[in-house]
């Protein structure tokens, strides 16, 4: 179980297969770099050199009190490429995990090639959420009710909630399907850190600044997803960018988990030409 310990005294567990150019991969909250190794890292691996590794908080990696903002993210990330000296990856993100590419790239774009960001918030749109009739707060208890959980009217907009029962559910994917989650590690990570407060603060990446992020950035968005409105923001102010909308799915926004063939499709075609003209393969 390979570690790093970062010069801020952190530690992350990651994994690192394959053979090529360089790809990390960024999961989003309350998930685990397992999710990319279900479907995305076997299928990928054979043309690239996979990175995978557990957030802050996540997984096997350290749970400090605090640190868990976009920013404080990013610096985990550059910590981790530093670490295991990985000069200019192709980042790939999904949720919270896109966010983090998209203030990475904001902030060094020396140290990226590519950015792959699959349906991003981006916490300077929290408006566009904070409101009760955010359709994301239907997908999320309609997903809820589908898999067997009734959630009480004064709890529809509820993310504590939400989130706690998310947790209780069983696994959704793998081979481990249907089985109970441990949810000790996520309850700690949810009631003693500062993540449920940090996640959202814009910091560095504020609406300005998008425009700025000259890194090419291949946008992913489920037809119906909750995220659209910052996929269609995303698709309009960031300067070389490539959207793609996939097809609209049971969940809505799991995209690597739910259609994991058409969005490694995706990925290969599009890293593949960049990341080897790099190296200097033609």
């Known amino acids: 179980m390979p570690k790093l310990v970062l010069d801020s005294g952190l530690t992350l567990h990651y994994q690192q297969v394959g053979d090529g150019p360089d790809v990390v991969m960024v999961h989003g909250i309350t998930g685990n770099l397992a999710v990319w190794h279900l479907q995305l890292v076997p299928a990928l691996s054979d043309r690239f050199r996979v990175l995978t590794y557990d957030l802050r908080g996540h997984g096997y990696s350290g749970t400090p009190p605090s640190g868990y903002t976009p920013d404080d993210m990013a610096d985990d990330l550059l910590g981790l490429l530093d670490g295991l000296e990985l000069e200019r990856p192709a980042l790939v993100g999904h949720s919270y995990g896109a966010d983090i590419t998209l203030y990475f790239a904001a902030r060094h774009p020396d140290r990226v090639s590519q950015v792959v960001a699959i349906e991003p918030a981006l916490p ?134 739910e259609q994991p063939e058409l969005v490694t499709a995706h990925i290969a075609a599009r890293l593949g030409t960049e990341q080897t003209t790099e190296m200097g393969v033609h």
């Open 124 to 257: 300077a749109l929290e408006d566009l959420r904070a409101h009760d009739g955010w359709a994301g707060w239907r997908y999320w208890v309609a997903a809820l009710e589908r898999a067997g959980h009734q959630v009480p009217p004064e709890r529809r907009t509820d993310l504590r909630y939400l989130i706690h029962a998310t947790i209780d559910l069983p696994k959704q994917w793998g081979p481990l399907q249907g089985l109970p989650r441990n949810p000790k590690p996520l309850l700690r990570l949810l009631d003693e850190t500062s993540l449920p407060e940090d996640y959202n603060r814009i910091g560095t990446l504020t609406l300005d600044r998008v425009s700025s992020i000259e890194t090419p950035v291949i946008l992913m968005c489920q037809e119906l997803s909750a995220f659209r409105e910052t996929f269609d923001y995303l698709s309009v102010h960031l300067p070389n960018v490539e959207a793609i909308v996939l097809p609209r799915t049971e969940w809505g926004h799991f995209g690597p988990l």
